[in-house]
């Protein structure tokens, strides 16, 4: 999961799933049948794992607000320093978009993990008092999730800590 996600799909051989499984080519093969079906299990892990995370530190979370904050600036790790890696969803979307639809359809029940997570927690929010209560917690959701994609692939192209945390701050202050 974590050379997928670092390199890609493309970029990724045969012989560096070998070197970080420590399986042989037969054994890769019998177990999951072509590096496309290993790539599928990683990206698959990889948006449960996540999903699971977010939805832990939201229940541990006093305050929902703070946990959407925190999500956004989450961002800001893949500034500076090695080449980022990014959100494995966005580098998965951006490498395949739509031509196969087997990963499509990964990527859409990624986005579907990840927008609950953040549509519960503008619930929370809601029902907290610490925002508006006409807006759709689902709407929200895919507010955030774009707008955190977003985020992703500039922190990748080089922005600064300094303008993205000017547009999450402003991503917050729209939500009051």
């Avoid at 999951?32 to 699971?52: I, P, T, V």
């Avoid at 196969?100 to 993990?113: C, F, H, K, S, W």
């Avoid at 999730?145 to 500039?154: A, E, Y």
Wanted: net charge neutral; aromatic share 8%; proline share 3%.
């Amino acid at each position: 999961m974590q050379l997928f996600w670092s390199q890609g799909y493309e970029a990724t051989s045969l012989q560096d799933l070998l070197t970080a499984t420590g399986l042989a080519r037969s054994s890769l093969y019998e177990s999951f049948g072509s590096k496309q079906r290993l790539f599928e299990a990683a990206f698959e892990r990889y948006s449960h794992q996540r999903a699971a995370d977010m939805q832990r530190r939201l229940e541990q979370a006093a305050v929902p607000l703070d946990f959407i904050h925190e999500c956004l600036l989450s961002v800001l790790d893949d500034v500076g320093g090695e080449p980022p890696r990014g959100c494995m969803l966005v580098n998965v979307t951006n490498e395949f978009s739509t031509r196969d639809p087997i990963v499509g359809a990964l990527i859409e029940q990624a986005g579907r993990l990840f927008r609950q997570v953040f549509a519960d927690a503008f619930a929370r929010a809601q029902a907290a008092g610490q925002m508006p209560a006409e807006r759709s917690p689902a709407t929200l959701a895919l507010y955030m999730h774009c707008t955190m994609s977003g985020l992703r692939t500039q922190a990748k192209s080089g922005l600064t800590r300094r303008e993205l945390l000017g547009v999450i701050d402003l991503f917050m202050a729209g939500l009051r």
